[in-house]
């Protein structure tokens, strides 16, 4: 991804521990997108703005036969390298840039877990995806939900500006808003086929880790995951 929307440094580190248990991620995005991945038993998986680290490892424990992963943050990726070990194959990489170092048809699955709505050159990045996946392999992408952004930033629904969100102190997660129908307009235009469309509540876990969040994400709609197929 662009070096500014990146975690780089500090906020990285923050957020490579937030991850391991926030109630959205670790409870809410990921127990969905790991759903939608489905038998990952031998697949060979590129997980694309990996972070830290921890849905290669659990696809790793679900018997992926090769899980890749790139990011923008070296800090995200020693955080990742420390959790997989150092045979992890990661690649600090620029997500707005051509994946050039990755061959053509060589994965089964591509993850991009809350990560699109980072990236400006999107088009180019599905182009990319499209290339590396084989015939037949699937897509799973992940965002914030329209609803939600709307619900926080206010204004216009239909808004696509880029909005800061508050991160900690003194750090901002930058991304771009944008509608359901841009977001699933521009995979279906890439020429990905939608198998399903979910929109994630929190996991029961949740409620004993933060019950005024648990609850709150099994009424408000938060993020919004796709899994869609190559022809």
Do not use: K, Q
């Not at 923008?72 to 045979?87: K, Q, V």
């Not at 182009?127 to 939600?148: C, I």
Request: hydrophobic share 40%; net charge negative.
């Amino acid at each position: 991804m662009r070096a500014e929307t990146a975690y780089h440094g500090e906020m990285g580190e923050r957020f490579a521990a937030h991850a391991t248990e926030s109630v959205y991620n670790a409870h809410t995005d990921r127990p969905a997108m790991l759903e939608l991945a489905g038998d990952v038993t031998g697949a060979r998986v590129l997980d694309l703005g990996c972070g830290a680290g921890h849905y290669a490892a659990e696809l790793r424990a679900r018997g992926a036969s090769r899980v890749v992963g790139v990011d923008g943050s070296e800090a995200l990726l020693r955080a990742a390298r420390e959790r997989l070990g150092e045979d992890a194959e990661l690649y600090h990489h620029d997500l707005e840039e051509p994946l050039a170092f990755l061959p053509d048809a060589s994965f089964d699955l591509v993850v991009m877990a809350l990560v699109y709505h980072h990236v400006e050159a999107r088009g180019r990045l599905l182009a990319e995806v499209r290339r590396v996946l084989r015939p037949g392999g699937a897509l799973l992408v992940s965002t914030t939900h329209p609803t939600a952004d709307w619900m926080w930033a206010g204004g216009s629904y239909f808004s696509d500006e880029r909005v800061d969100l508050p991160f900690g102190e003194g750090f901002a997660i930058t991304y771009r808003r944008m509608t359901v129908e841009t977001f699933l307009g521009e995979l279906l235009d890439a020429g990905f086929v939608l198998e399903r469309l979910v929109e994630p509540r929190a996991a029961e876990e949740a409620r004993r880790i933060d019950p005024e969040r648990y609850d709150r994400l099994n009424r408000d709609p938060s993020f919004l995951a796709v899994r869609l197929r190559r022809p």
